[in-house]
């Protein structure tokens, strides 16, 4: 099956501080979501994006398609941004399940 | 967004017992949606296809006679944890899609604590 890699795996910032996550897949997609784990649990629709690039807030991501990658960018990082960022792909078009990266824990500290 | 609404989102049963969680599709129809079970720390693993009106589709690893799955109306799938041991304990996550090729969404999440 399809192999979906994120990067990195634990990431610590400075309030106010800019980062960047990858999200790499060994096969083409059809679909690509990145989302946002609260410590609750609850899984947040960030983007969903296949392809191009897409901005809302201080949130942006891009999806480069034919070489495989996405990238989430967060912009003056808040401590409410703290959680878990997955990304999760769809192989084959119609509706089959997301595969999910192992995600990026994101601590923002003030 | 469309909502998925998950109940209970959290429950303690004692070992031996059975629970059963429900994932509805509040605005929307959803002939089919997914179960995924997420340990600590851990990422989020597809345990079946949830379709309405057929049996449930479960992956390799997944017991059916232990994660019962129903799909009985378009707006509700449930899934039953049957005989549960403390291994059962995890974060239980559904989700849907309001059409075909468009974004997923999901639930709350259940976390089943088994003692």
């Known amino acids: 099956g399809i192999q979906v890699e994120q990067s990195p795996p634990d990431l610590i910032l400075q309030e106010g501080a800019n980062s960047t996550l990858r999200c790499n897949f060994s096969d083409s997609v059809n679909n690509l979501q990145w989302f946002h784990q609260n410590p609750w649990g609850q899984l947040i629709n960030l983007f969903y994006i296949p392809s191009g690039t897409k901005q809302n807030g201080r949130l942006s991501a891009t999806t480069v398609a034919t070489e495989r990658y996405s990238l989430l960018y967060i912009s003056s990082s808040q401590t409410t941004d703290s959680g878990v960022y997955f990304c999760a792909v769809e192989t084959d078009s119609g509706n089959t399940p997301l595969v999910f990266g192992k995600g990026t824990r994101l601590s923002v500290i003030a | ?115």
């Open chain 2, 1 to 115: 967004g469309a909502v998925v609404s998950q109940h209970p989102s959290r429950v303690i049963c004692k070992s031996g017992t059975s629970v059963k969680i429900e994932c509805r599709s509040l605005d929307f129809q959803a002939t089919t949606m997914f179960w995924y079970r997420q340990f600590p720390k851990q990422s989020l693993m597809l345990m079946a296809t949830s379709n309405e009106g057929s049996k449930a589709t479960y992956e390799q690893g997944v017991e059916k006679d232990k994660f019962l799955i129903n799909h009985a109306s378009l707006t509700l799938s449930t899934l039953t944890v049957t005989s549960a041991h403390p291994e059962d304990s995890s974060f239980y996550i559904c989700s849907a899609r309001v059409l075909l090729n468009t974004e997923a969404f999901f639930g709350q999440g259940t976390r089943l604590t088994v003692v």
